[in-house]
């Protein structure tokens, strides 16, 4: 479902979105649609348009922090209570039935998140393309915990630090990206992304004036172009 909402900046009319929807920031997609900065008669504000990811809700990447404070509070790796256990029963049989060997263990645990670290020598297989293998596996792991009445907690999967290099992957991107649109003028279509990569691209770009940043095409893998708009 699509929602718009408008805001002074970005950040505030997502905020104001995440509050009125009850979702958590990663759990839905924002499409920029008007940007109107201050004048002498007009107030600035940023107009949105949100795209909510139903019940597709754990396909997306932890940032290094959360790994780093969440880890610490894990004192055993191995699953605790009948869920966790059988999670990681599923997780380890699903791996091991498409032939490839693997160690699941928790890794953090958060307040409805739980992430799960998976050692294989086959990790590379396991992360496939820009991570899509890990995605989909990740988001198995989720429709299973929803069939195991745990809807509500998000189960998210990494195996050799994959999701902490490829956030600092894309970080480095959008900064070159930027750089290029401001040497050619033109504007430099990225990849497709999932919502997590693409609002990262937003985010690390919001505060450079003189580029812009939206999301174009259908699906859960959208493309985000990045647009020179000089300095108005």
Do not use: C, W
Request: without cysteine; glycine residues 6%; proline residues 2%.
């Amino acid at each position: 479902m699509t929602y718009e909402y408008e805001g002074k900046t970005e950040k505030e009319a997502i905020e104001i979105a995440a509050n009125e929807l009850g979702l958590e920031r990663d759990q839905f997609d924002v499409e920029i649609l008007e940007t109107q900065k201050n004048s002498l008669f007009k107030k600035g504000y940023v107009k949105i348009r949100v795209h909510t990811l139903d019940n597709v809700k754990a396909n997306n990447f932890e940032n290094k922090n959360h790994e780093e404070k969440f880890s610490r509070l894990v004192a055993d790796p191995l699953p605790q209570g009948e869920f966790e256990q059988k999670l990681i029963e599923f997780i380890t049989q699903m791996i091991e039935k498409m032939g490839y060997s693997v160690k699941a263990m928790i890794s953090y645990r958060e307040d409805k998140k739980i992430g799960i670290k998976l050692e294989s020598s086959n990790s590379s297989i396991l992360i496939g393309r820009k991570g899509k293998n890990l995605d989909a596996l990740q988001l198995l792991a989720n429709i299973y915990a929803g069939r195991l009445g745990h809807e509500e907690v998000r189960i998210i999967l990494d195996t050799e630090n994959y999701r902490i290099r490829r956030e600092e992957s894309l970080v480095r991107l959008a900064y070159t990206t930027a750089d290029k649109v401001r040497s050619t003028r033109n504007s430099i279509l990225l990849e497709p992304m999932n919502p997590f990569e693409r609002r990262l691209i937003h985010t690390t770009l919001n505060d450079i004036p003189d580029v812009e940043t939206k999301s174009e095409g259908d699906g859960l893998y959208k493309q985000v172009r990045v647009i020179y708009k000089g300095i108005r």
